[in-house]
Antibody, heavy 118, light 108 residues
């Protein structure tokens, strides 16, 4: 059974940093691209970032480019999102998802809430 | 950047057919995926590659994609189909994943 378990969310002040993690199990992690998708309270889905199976290629939404860094440790089956220079508009539930061949998201974690507020 | 346009809401009576559209410039040339999200839950993949259904998704769910419009069709709508639905594509010109704004399906 595929499982994606996010952790590391919480309350952070504007301008601060936070790293969320996603522990994956139930599939060969290194064979799959992964992404982060977020959802602000009461709003729609927004893709944040993606990474290839090997980690060689990374992709970012314009809204986070230069502030967020996606990475993965295939030896630990773990995906990361390092978030710097956080803003109030980054407040959202952050979902870890696996990316298929055409960037379809088959499996979703339960989400990790990140709140940026003073 | 590429934009996907969905109607904010669609309403349908039980047993009828719901059609949710997703508009985009030449979207017929892209692979469209659809997600269903109930309140307080993570989204679930409902349709991928325009018209394929993951295991566990009822046959009542189908998809099509041509020209500038992709459509999610739900036949014989049930109360449990009430949810938010999102379309999504990969835009190769920008290397971005794009989501539509979402459509709230209300079962009357």
């Amino acid at each position: 059974e595929v499982q994606l378990l996010e952790s590391g969310g919480g309350l952070v002040q504007p301008g601060g940093s936070l790293r969320v993690s996603c522990a994956a199990s139930g599939f060969t992690f290194s064979h799959y691209g992964m992404s982060w998708v977020r959802q602000a309270p009461g709003k729609g889905l927004e893709w944040v970032s993606g990474i290839s199976g090997s980690g060689a290629r990374t992709y970012y939404a314009d809204s986070v480019k230069g502030r967020f860094t996606i990475s993965r440790d295939n030896s630990k089956n773990t995906l990361y999102l390092q978030m710097n220079s956080l803003r109030a508009e980054d407040t959202a539930v952050y979902y870890c998802v696996d990316s298929g061949s055409y960037w379809e998201f088959d499996y979703w974690g339960q989400g990790s809430l990140v709140t940026v507020s003073s | 950047s590429y934009v996907l346009t969905q109607p904010p809401s669609v309403s349908v009576a039980p047993g009828q057919t719901a059609r949710i559209t997703c508009g985009g410039n030449n979207i017929g040339s892209k692979s469209v995926h659809w997600y269903k999200q109930k309140p307080g839950q993570a989204p679930v993949l409902a349709i991928y590659y325009d018209s394929d259904r993951p295991s566990g998704i009822p046959e009542r769910f189908s998809g099509s994609n041509s020209g500038n419009t992709a459509t999610l069709t739900i036949s014989r709508v049930e109360a449990g189909d009430e949810a938010d639905y999102y379309c999504q594509v990969w835009d190769s010109s920008s290397d971005h994943v794009i989501f539509g704004g979402g459509t709230k399906l209300t079962v009357l």
